[in-house]
Nanobody, 126 residues
């Protein structure tokens, strides 16, 4: 059974930092592209970041480039999202995502997701 479980959401002031992480099980993590999406109230789900199985290919959404960093630890079946210089517009539910398709990071960037986590709330106050 595939499971993606996010941790680390919460409330932070604008300009602050927050770290999210996602633990994965039930599939071959070392072969999967992993990523993060977010959805704010009344808005469509938005791509945030994706990383290939070997961490050699990484993509970011335009709104988070230079502020967020995605990484992974294949020994721990975990993917991370370090969020710096947070803005109120970063407020959303953040979802961990996985794909086992080839060129996983590219697939995630285009929204081709095989598995979703349940989401964790991130709220940035102004």
């Amino acid at each position: 059974q595939v499971q993606l479980e996010e941790f680390g959401g919460g409330l932070v002031q604008a300009g602050g930092s927050l770290s999210l992480y996602c633990g994965a099980s039930g599939f071959r993590f070392t072969a999967a592209g992993m990523g993060w999406f977010r959805q704010a109230p009344g808005k469509e789900r938005e791509f945030v970041a994706a990383i290939s199985w070997g961490s050699n290919t990484i993509f970011y959404g335009d709104s988070v480039k230079g502020r967020f960093t995605i990484s992974r630890d294949n020994d721990k079946n975990t993917v991370y999202l370090q969020m710096n210089r947070l803005r109120p517009e970063d407020t959303a539910v953040y979802y961990c995502a996985a794909t086992i398709r080839p060129s996983g990071a590219l697939k995630l960037q285009s929204g081709q997701v095989d598995h979703w986590g349940q989401g964790t709330q991130v709220t940035v106050s102004s």
